[in-house]
């Protein structure tokens, strides 16, 4: 007896061709084989990642035709062999497929950078069913793919970003080798912000959260972190300074911007470190020396993705501070998914950490 389960639905999602053309709407009919391990969800909400806008503008690359999106919740819709989980769950999953059987699954700790990776949002319609990306009404989830049950207490619009934006900074504080006292946090985007909350929790004295958008400023505080004005850079370094003597323990890098870096090398103190997660483009050549590095002894670390366990802890962090910092600020009314591209154009305009769609 097969154990291959039968689904029909219909779908509804927006193409993306190629940076400079609109998105095409298409409704069609799918029957689907769901294989043990594999799930399909109805989309509840997603969300516009940055990195989403960056290949809509042609900054980068994608397979194309494809469907963008990747920050989403779901409603299982079909399940097969995924014990605990049944139709009807609230889920979110890792943005990252994996084999599990190369050396960067089971040797490394880097599933995310699986020899054979496949990333929803970045697939194109000829890969597998097609309904690889979030800005649709439904997904097909692989069966490399970790999913995470949503707690009752965190809405859709909390949930959404969780599976980019939020674990891929729980990937980022985990790798500090003990507990700072004072950390610097360069950029005050969704990682920014998210990234001060979690450090609050653990209890650091003084987090610092350097930014160039003043409307920024209440949101950094209400989530743990003294606000830096960076407009004036001389300025921001010489207010960190004095109220930290040596430096800061630990800097954050999310901003992506590669001028903040030589400063944040003056910032840092004797033994400290430097964790980069934001430069994660071509224009991001660094003019530092590795003098600078040895003479201060300073660790250096790269974060991109994460592993199924950050996921796990970025929605358990959710749960925990629900009531504690106003999460609801961060993501924006949903926009209908048949109107995606005036989503993509409040995206654009930086009013909210992040602009939510809803099929």
């Known amino acids: 007896m097969s154990n291959i389960k039968k689904h029909f639905l219909h779908s509804r999602y927006q193409v993306f061709e190629e940076s400079g053309k609109p998105f095409q709407f298409v409704e069609k009919d799918v029957f689907l084989d769901v294989k043990p391990g594999e799930v399909v969800v109805k989309i509840l ?202 430096g800061v323990d630990a800097i954050f890098e999310v901003a992506g911007v590669k001028e903040l870096i030589p400063q944040g090398l003056k910032l840092l103190r004797p033994g400290g470190e430097y964790i980069l997660a934001g430069l994660v483009h071509p224009d991001s050549q660094l003019n530092i020396t590795a003098e600078q590095i040895i003479r201060k002894c300073i660790s250096i670390k790269g974060v991109h993705n994460y592993a199924p366990w950050h996921l796990d802890k970025a929605v358990a962090f959710l749960e925990r501070n629900i009531s504690v910092f106003p999460f609801e600020d961060l993501v924006s009314p949903p926009y209908k998914l048949d109107n995606l591209q005036e989503a993509v154009s409040e995206a654009r305009k930086h009013n909210w950490m992040r602009v939510s769609i809803k099929p």
């Open 45 to 246: 909400q997603a969300t516009i990642c940055g990195s989403d806008l960056h290949t809509i503008e042609g900054k980068r690359i994608e397979n194309v035709p494809c469907i963008l999106g990747h920050e989403a919740v779901g409603e299982i819709v079909e399940i097969s062999g995924r014990k605990g989980f049944a139709v009807g769950d609230r889920i979110t999953w890792t943005i990252a497929d994996s084999c599990g059987h190369c050396p960067a699954c089971i040797e490394y700790g880097l599933p995310e950078k699986c020899s054979e990776l496949f990333k929803y949002g970045h697939a194109s319609l000829a890969s597998g069913t097609g309904l690889n990306g979030c800005y649709a009404s439904h997904l097909f989830i692989r069966k490399g793919t970790h999913i995470v049950k949503i707690p009752n207490a965190v809405t859709n619009g909390i949930a959404a970003p969780a599976n980019c934006a939020l674990a891929t900074m729980v990937n980022a504080i985990a790798q500090l080798k003990s507990k700072p006292r004072r950390v610097l946090i360069q950029g005050g985007g969704l990682l920014g912000i998210y990234g001060c909350g979690m450090l609050k929790e653990m209890g650091v004295p003084q987090i610092f959260c350097s930014e160039v958008n003043e409307g920024r400023f209440d949101l950094i505080r209400s989530f743990g972190a003294i606000p830096v004005d960076t407009r004036n850079s001389e300025n921001a370094a010489n207010l960190i300074l004095e109220q930290t003597s040596e």
